[in-house]
């Protein structure tokens, strides 16, 4: 997928692959069940106010006008490949600034569900 967009297309581009050249790969049978990984569905809790929030991390194809949903390659997106529950992230806010979220569950993973289709 990353090589067949160009670098103006998305430029976090590199971010990305970093992120998954720098992955630990296992069997998707193996993948422990508290890993965002993808269309994982993830519950958040936004540090600052303690409001929770959930998303799923999808590819570009199935983002929709719903909502709900968070391409890989959003700068965001990629960060959260790999984190687990527990983990904190700095997540960029509309207008400036920086919203820090903690990873309260990973309510959804395909892998733990049985589904081990890539």
């Not at 090589?3 to 998305?10: A, F």
């Not at 929770?52 to 490949?81: H, N, W």
């Not at 983990?87 to 569900?113: C, F, M, N, T």
């Amino acid at each position: 997928m990353l090589d067949s967009l160009g670098g103006k297309q998305i430029p976090n581009k590199e971010d990305l692959r970093a992120e998954l050249d720098r992955a630990n790969i296992v069997e998707p049978e193996d993948m422990p069940h508290d890993v965002v990984t993808m269309n994982s569905t993830v519950i958040f809790r936004m540090e600052s106010s303690s409001k929770e929030f959930s998303l799923t991390l999808v590819y570009p194809s199935d983002i929709d006008e719903g909502g709900g949903k968070i391409s890989v390659l959003a700068p965001v997106g990629s960060a959260l490949l790999g984190l687990r529950e527990g983990d904190e992230i700095s997540w960029p806010k509309p207008g400036g600034g920086l919203l820090k979220v903690r990873i309260l569950k990973v309510a959804y993973q395909p892998e733990h569900s049985g589904d081990f289709r890539r």
